[in-house]
């Protein structure tokens, strides 16, 4: 295990510096690293046959971008971080324990 790493469910890796998201970019599936202190707010949503479930990997709506993970389809809950432009919305296997952690290093380096 890595020093630092709070949390790795295999496709999301949380650690003391940030959120790497694995998988991330299409066709390559390479990695998108997101510093705590770029993240303006984090969200869970629910995820229903209209708004993401069965999208593997893209965009479901012009300003967000999920990774790929193709257990997606058996999950009901993404994590949404606000950063810039795209937004990253992710399936971690406990979103809400993910969101928890992220808000807290976020409020930690306010």
Known sequence: MNVGVIYDDGLILLDQFGVTLRYYYFPVATKKFV??????AVDTAVL????????LWG????????????MRPKKDTAVVLTIRRISPVFT??????????IRERMTARA
């Open 48 to 55: 229903g046959n209209w708004n993401g479930r069965w999208r």
């Open 59 to 70: 965009a479901p709506w012009i300003d967000q971008w999920l990774p790929l993970d193709v």
């Open 35 to 40: 510093p705590y202190d770029r993240i303006r």
């Open 92 to 101: 971690p296997d406990d979103p809400e324990l993910v969101a928890h952690l």
